[in-house]
């Protein structure tokens, strides 16, 4: 444990971060956990806008807190797009 009273307060403010962290990764996996799952099921696409709208805009979010890398943040929007054009795509033909 820590001995100083600097290394008191980095423990906490480690601990209050980490506890804030946990949460937008938690709400991270739910987003993307329903995008996936709205993409897999739903037939109507401007339900499936509208969610991929929502992911990207908490992705984005995410992002700008620290939590997850810019490059993560694209990767995954990036990802989630071409799921719903490959749906898009094979329904159309």
Known sequence: ??????????????KKRYMRNKAYRTRLKNILKKTRYVIETESDASVIEAQLKE???VIRKICSKGVIHQNKA???????????RKKKASQAS
């Open 1 to 14: 444990m820590a001995n100083h009273k600097s290394a008191e307060k980095r423990a906490r403010q480690n």
């Open 55 to 57: 992911a990207e805009r």
């Open 74 to 84: 694209s990767r995954l929007i990036s990802r989630l797009h071409d799921r719903y």
